[in-house]
């Protein structure tokens, strides 16, 4: 019984609630018809289980109500754990193997934008800003 209990707080002191506030589609197939019925960049987070700076956007950068509310307005958002999950092609084409990536892909398949490494969550809206004004004036 006390190996039970050390392993159930041992699992809720380090589990990682990797959504936020973030209205993470489902998969990439549900994400890529989103946004091309809306016309929006598909923002794809590629994280790793026991990455430290994928879990600090999981729990200070998502968490940010500023952060979610542009995300989820602005992007169709999915996101993957590499390690535990099977990466659809389109993103394994783009993902390099360092983490967190962070992809932006137009609704097409095609790679838009991309960076690598956590920001604070002023840093983060700001290049999600930056990103998506440039899309809409490519277009």
Same mark, same amino acid.
């Given at each position: ?31 890529? #018809? ?11 987070? &590629? ?19 500023? &952060?979610? #509310?542009?995300? #989820? ?15 659809? &092609? ?17 609704? #097409? ?28 004036a490519a277009k």
């Open positions: 019984m006390r190996k039970l209990l050390f392993l159930l707080v041992g699992v809720f002191l380090f589990a990682v609630d990797w959504s936020g506030k973030v209205q993470w589609a489902m998969n990439y197939s549900l994400a890529k #018809n989103l946004a091309q019925r809306e016309n929006k960049l598909i923002m794809v987070d &590629v994280a790793l289980s026991n990455c430290p700076p994928c879990k600090y956007l999981a729990t200070q950068v998502y968490t940010n109500d500023e &952060v979610a #509310n542009y995300i #989820n307005k602005n992007f169709v958002p999915v996101f993957y754990l590499a390690d535990r999950d099977n990466l659809p &092609v389109e993103v394994r084409n783009y993902f390099t193997g360092s983490t967190p990536t962070i992809l932006f892909i137009k609704p #097409n398949g095609e790679l838009f934008y991309s960076f690598i490494g956590a920001r604070p969550p002023k840093t983060f809206l700001k290049i999600l800003k930056d990103v998506n004004y440039r899309y809409k």
